[in-house]
């Protein structure tokens, strides 16, 4: 078996460039480099949570509602609300370079499946058009946070150096 | 015909398959490399949404209910109903590769959880033997659509090229 | 600086260990390569569940209640019990060496928003510090299991071979 030199010095020259980079994003970045998303003019969480995260190709959303970025308040009425929440979604997923047509799937939580989902589906139509749609699973809960009407949580693809 | 060393019209005939074949995938997938899945043989959504995705190496499945794509209605029986559910989940997710043992997470949402539980811990038992199992999560929610019992929503894992 | 040779049968004698454990955890690979976690000292699922799966770079944890492992019965007390779900989760993810800090994604369900919101902020205070969190989306839902109070389902980042 032979033995093969390999130069440390070529090593260095490869992997310095890579620690610099991840050294600036570090404090970003966990551990394992899942990155947390705050994207300028996104609403402000108010409690023990972030608004997405990326890990890998994956962007993750979290369940987002009809706030107002600029007032953080619900925007009045339903179907603007519902437009809205699927908008801050769009919003954060486009921040890592994802369309809403890049989403992987949606999970829309409403609290009157007879009353909402139909505008859910208005609104959707609206935003992506004649589809392809994303995988979707509605249901009917007992409760929002600030009693709200409908959340979407969104996943989305968005390979990295793509 | 003048005499060429390659044959424009044989390679022609080689690549113009490719080419369509390409063409005709390309608006199959997002700008992000996101396929829109519609396996043959699949229910057929009536609303903004769609069978399944893949994205990298994985296969997201929408909420899947007991609907027989023959006559796109629900299947009757409870057991019938939720053996149908789980069905139609595993044969999208077959469609790119993934078994239900590549299951990576499954939420089964219920309208009742003493009354369906049971119905779903047998037929995963039914379908999946003595395990493993996907880790799941179960909840008793307001209202599934069509007020429907059961509706489970899986995630597999396929790896591209494997 | 010093050229230093890297000997070839150094690198296989670092490599071919891995190779034999891989192997060795062949039995509890899908077809795909899904891993189904089972780490010692966690809860005993008792039904057609597992506590979680690796798949690729994702650790997939069902979701968790505030069960203790060694008597396998809910914890009492609202805030030590919604710990011990946290807890529960933290440790099947941490036996893939992903840590709190690397969720992607959390959802929490739990029976009586206004109740048990603030506890789960509590808590998450407590384990996560000032952040960041991850994404987190939170409902309200008629029953868990075993009438159980907050229910939390977490998603991992842990890169193969980091």
Redesign the interface.
């Known amino acids: 078996?032979?033995?093969?030199?390999?130069?440390?010095?070529l090593a260095l020259t490869l992997v310095l460039p890579l620690a610099a980079a991840t050294v600036a994003q570090a404090q970003?970045l966990?551990?394992?480099?899942?990155k947390?998303?705050a994207p300028e003019g996104g609403i402000q969480?108010t409690?023990?949570?972030?608004?997405?995260?990326r890990?890998?190709?994956?962007v993750?959303?979290?369940?987002m509602r009809g706030i107002d970025a600029a007032s953080n308040t619900l925007v009045q009425g339903d179907e603007a609300r519902v437009r809205k929440a699927f908008g801050n979604m769009q919003m954060i997923a486009a921040s890592e370079?994802?369309?809403l047509?890049?989403?992987?799937?949606?999970?829309v939580?409403t609290?009157d499946?007879y009353r909402y989902?139909p505008i859910?589906?208005a609104v959707?139509?609206e935003l992506?058009g004649d589809?392809?749609?994303?995988?979707?699973?509605?249901?009917?809960?007992?409760?929002?946070?600030q009693d709200d009407i409908v959340?979407v949580?969104g996943?989305?693809?968005?390979?990295v150096g793509?």
């Open positions: 078996m032979q033995h093969r030199p390999v130069s440390l010095a970003d966990s551990p394992n480099g899942v947390t998303l969480p409690a023990t949570w972030a608004l997405g995260t890990a890998g190709d994956f993750f959303v979290a369940g370079g994802a369309s047509r890049d989403a992987v799937r949606l999970v939580y609290t499946m989902r859910v589906n959707q139509k992506w589809g392809p749609y994303p995988p979707r699973t509605i249901i009917e809960v007992d409760r929002l946070n959340e949580e996943t989305f693809y968005a390979p793509r």
